[in-house]
């Protein structure tokens, strides 16, 4: 099978995955006790009761938990009105963003804060993933010796380190050395902001913690392969032809690592969202994970629903686009 | 002249050293011999000093803690830790020979016992690691705080495991279409990040009444959304072991289904198992601080993760604070990372880097 065959495939695998992904958290929503439009309405202040039923009521109408005529809709109905809309790319409108009274649309949101998410997690990514593989190549080539022992106990420690503490201890030397917390302000999101100075001062630090983050994964996992790859029959051979080592490790045996470890870090993006997450909190980078923590402590249902179809939606898409590099680094695998 | 055992030791050169190991595991089971290899790695042997350190300290806390709430209940003592203005029962007092008796040094205190006066002190001869802004000791905190923490992280782990071994087993023992069912299901949970997905059960669940608070809600979905790897693991575990020969013999005698998988193949992936148990309580504690670190946790119990969220602002001005349970923490993910790497390269040497 063709490549673009694969990939076809496996765009249009994404779409059943989604589905069973909002039909969980649609089922986990509807059977959690409480109901949501007691706790959409817990600021409107009535008089009377019949001010609070009118007010119930006009609520319930807006989120199509009732018909016009006050029945109550069944919840495949809802569902199936969720997935058209999402079709459209229509979320519905925040409960908790507003402008004017008036709730923000979800979609509106989610498409001006996407960005810094995606920029933050790119660059640490790569970053990480360079330095991973330098680490890891010199911990390899010189095993056991001074450097590798060192290196080996800096990733023990640091992959022992809560990432949400390890963020805020950045935060608390920059403060000391730089007098610079690091958290974010207003004028560092002034548009447009690549060609913003500010904007990369503010990155620096959450790009440091989360890097840092991937990091102590990923130099572990290249070491470990590195070394398995090293003792190989073939390794030695290329030795003894006189290659330098540079060209054994990088061209020999890099390559052949590469599957392995490619596999395992496209198994642990979600977890690398997660870290996300945590660090955009903890420096208030007004990311995805922000909006998403905002919309749980106000409990924003709609908000949460839109961000928990977008994650998975980030998480496949990433898992395709390893997937497709399996291609490139292992000329053995067909599709 | 050369006889046959001569130009055996030329050829294998083996020094005494080896040879009396060889002489040590002929006849060893094979715990022992799994025992014999950690022993030899320092940094498993660290790992497992500092997780028996901290279960010591959950246990002996735990323990003071029940004998203090039941000393009260049988009438004895008339303090109510509860209560701030009241007598402080519990405390393990330290004196030090040629000190006067009437002033001894209060080692830890009830971990609800605020002292009014003492407020936000930094860490001095009679509060090692200082008072917080309500005045209760650090650590008498850090100390009580064990038991919660690890129990949680001990607790969340286990029913994860029995869950996914359950599900595992059935799913690589019979395959077919409960293996299919069992596969698209931990591919949906396992496409959210698990972090985002438990905050999102535990805004939903919030207000649920359950016996053990709000920690009892976060275990109970933590074990019904984390089996899937457990799962993974023991299912493909099962689908090579159950074409071995033992197992078709033991069906040629007329073995039950149920006598294959808990008599045959689930002791031989006890050694997996064993791994997952060790390495993800690490994960386990790692992500139930990290839920209380963003608020989601019970601000009411005494744990490391809830008192790192309480004071996490205050980390610029006293350190202290916050400091101590991170650390606490640190150690725990530490000692059970160093310890279930060891265990996992003296289980299985073939993984061994």
């Known amino acids: 099978m063709s490549l673009r065959g694969y990939i076809i495939r496996r765009v249009i695998y994404i779409v059943p995955v989604i589905l069973g992904v909002t039909l969980m958290n649609f089922t986990l929503i509807n059977i959690s006790p409480g109901d949501p439009v007691i706790i959409r309405i817990g600021l409107i202040h009535c008089e009377t009761e019949d001010c609070y039923n009118a007010a119930y009521n006009r609520e319930a109408i807006n989120m199509g938990l009732l018909d016009s005529n006050l029945y109550t809709v069944p919840w495949f109905k809802r569902y199936i009105d969720f997935v058209s809309d999402l079709l459209r790319l229509d979320f519905g409108t925040s409960w908790y963003y507003t402008r004017a009274g008036q709730g923000r649309p979800i979609a509106q949101i989610i498409s001006e804060h996407a960005k810094y998410t995606i920029i933050l997690n790119i660059v640490s990514f790569f970053a990480s993933l360079l330095l991973a593989t330098a680490i890891g190549v010199v911990s390899a080539t010189r095993q056991n010796s001074f450097w590798d022992r060192s290196l080996t106990v800096a990733m023990l420690l640091g992959y022992a380190m809560p990432l949400f503490w390890l963020a805020k201890l950045i935060m608390l030397v920059s403060f000391y050395l730089f007098d610079f917390t690091g958290v974010a302000e207003g004028d560092a999101f002034t548009e447009p902001i690549l060609l913003n100075g500010q904007f990369y001062k503010f990155l620096i630090l959450p790009a440091l913690a989360l890097t840092i983050g991937g990091l102590v994964f990923m130099a572990r996992l290249v070491r470990s392969q590195l070394l398995e790859i090293l003792r190989q029959d073939y390794i030695t051979t290329a030795k003894a032809k006189g290659l330098d080592s540079r060209s054994v490790i990088y061209k020999h045996a890099f390559r052949n690592g590469l599957l392995p470890i490619v596999t395992i870090i496209g198994s642990s993006l979600p977890g690398l969202l997660g870290g996300s997450v945590m660090i955009e909190r903890v420096f208030g980078w007004p990311g995805l994970g922000t909006i998403f923590l905002n919309g749980a402590l106000f409990r924003d249902y709609p908000l949460m629903m839109a961000t928990n179809t977008i994650f998975p939606f980030l998480f496949l898409i990433a898992r395709l686009l390893t997937d497709i590099t399996y291609v490139f680094i292992d000329p053995r695998i067909k599709y | 002249m050369a006889t046959i055992e001569n130009i055996e030791t030329d050829e294998f050169i083996l020094d005494e050293k080896t040879l009396r190991e060889i002489e040590t595991m002929k006849g ?326």
């Open chain 2, 28 to 353: 060893a089971n094979q715990w022992s011999i799994v025992w014999r290899r950690i022993k030899k790695d320092k940094m498993g042997m660290l790992g497992l000093y500092i997780v028996t350190f901290l279960i010591l300290m959950a246990f002996v806390s735990w323990i003071l803690l029940q004998l203090d709430e039941w000393l009260t209940h049988a009438g004895l003592l008339y303090g109510d830790p509860n209560l701030i203005s009241s007598l402080n029962n519990l405390y393990v007092e330290l004196w030090i020979p040629g000190v006067s008796k009437s002033n001894p040094i209060v080692l830890f205190n009830h971990p609800t016992y605020q002292f009014a006066d003492q407020v936000k002190l930094p860490p001095s001869f009679i509060h090692p690691f200082g008072t917080d802004a309500n005045g209760q000791d650090m650590l008498s905190r850090v100390f009580f705080g064990a038991t919660n923490s690890l129990a949680l992280g001990f607790i969340g782990q286990m029913t994860t495991v029995i869950i996914g071994t359950v599900l595992g087993s059935i799913a690589g023992f019979y395959g077919g279409i409960i293996d299919d069912i069992l596969q698209r299901v931990i591919e949906l949970l396992y496409s959210m990040p698990q972090f985002i997905l438990m905050i999102f059960i535990i805004v939903l669940f919030e207000d649920i009444q359950v016996p053990g608070g709000k920690y009892a809600v976060v275990v109970i979905f933590f074990a019904l959304i984390g089996w899937g790897g457990t799962a993974l693991i023991i299912r493909s575990n099962f689908f090579s072991l159950k074409e071995q020969d033992f197992v078709e013999a033991e069906r040629a005698l007329g073995a039950s289904d149920m006598r294959i998988i808990f008599k045959h193949i689930l002791p031989n992936s006890l050694a997996p198992l064993i791994i997952i148990v060790t390495l993800g309580i690490a994960g386990t504690i790692f992500l139930f601080a990290a839920l209380a670190f963003f608020g989601f946790g019970d601000a009411t119990i005494v744990s490391w993760g809830d008192d790192l969220n309480k004071w996490q602002d205050q980390l610029l001005e006293y350190p202290w604070m916050p400091m101590f349970p991170a650390l606490f923490i640190f150690f725990t993910v530490l000692g059970f990372n160093l310890f279930g790497d060891s265990l996992r390269d003296a289980l299985d040497p073939r993984l061994k880097d």
